[in-house]
């Protein structure tokens, strides 16, 4: 089983709301990862968390807050976002190794007002 | 920093062969992958390189030259599902941990 689970689908919000999107998986894997992806462009790390501590955040701004409760989820917090946040977001786990091959959720498509 | 060039779109016919290219520049590499990504969908893992050499899987193989800093994804007998983004992303040490930096994408247009 190599799924990944994202919810919501999809998301309106407007640019005081705040929300959270929600990534689980059940693979047993100590890595998780949020991507932002632009149509037409490719996937740009966000953070990375390593057995669920934070280790890599790509500069990201404050209005982002990540949190991983457990091994198993990883969300994300939305705060005061500006319209061109409006994206897919992206959540993929992996082994915690060098080598480990990342498999992705399918996603929340993200529209900010 | 690491970045990749691929090109930007490819066009085949069905049962067509078709190669698409990426090269690397990158410090600290682990390896090549590549994905597939359908309008509207998340990536999806295709392959992995560490060493040179050829993997195959199915109709697709992939191709990496380390000293080359080279590599390509070969897809054979093209079908129209095959229409879809791919790229490549090297896999390199940041701070001590793993990351993908994936290229800009190539996008497949398979008609029949």
């Known amino acids: 089983d190599t799924e990944v689970t994202q919810t919501p689908k999809h998301l309106v919000m407007g640019m005081t709301n705040k929300k959270s999107l929600k990534c689980e998986q059940h693979?047993?894997?100590?890595?998780m990862y949020w991507y932002k992806q632009k149509a037409k462009k490719p996937p740009e790390l966000m953070f990375v968390?390593?057995?669920?501590?934070?280790?890599i955040n790509e500069s990201v701004p404050s209005r982002f807050s990540p949190e991983c409760p457990n091994s198993s989820l990883l969300n994300l917090h939305l705060h005061a976002l500006q319209p061109e946040d409006s994206a897919l977001y992206l959540c993929?786990?992996?082994?915690?190794?060098?080598?480990?091959?990342?498999?992705f959720g399918p996603g929340t498509r993200l529209l900010v007002l | 920093g690491q970045s990749l060039e691929q090109p930007s779109e490819v066009t085949a016919v069905e049962g067509a062969i078709v190669q698409i290219n990426c090269t690397y520049q990158?410090?600290?590499?682990?390896?090549l992958s590549w994905y597939q990504q359908h309008d509207g969908g998340a990536p999806t893992f295709l392959s992995y390189?560490?060493?040179?050499g050829l993997e195959e899987t199915g109709r697709f193989s992939s191709f990496l030259s380390r000293s080359d800093s080279y590599g390509y994804l070969l897809l054979q007998e093209l079908q129209m599902k095959d229409s879809a983004s791919y790229f490549c992303?090297?896999?390199?040490?940041?701070?001590?941990?793993?990351?993908?930096?994936f290229g800009k994408g190539t996008m497949l247009l398979v008609s029949p």
């Open positions: 993929a786990s992996s082994q915690a190794g060098a080598q480990e091959t990342q498999y």
């Open positions: 693979m047993g894997h100590r890595a």
């Open positions: 968390y390593s057995y669920e501590k934070l280790s």
């Open positions: 990158t410090s600290g590499f682990y390896g």
């Open positions: 390189n560490a060493l040179d």
């Open positions: 992303a090297v896999r390199a040490a940041d701070s001590g941990y793993s990351t993908l930096t």
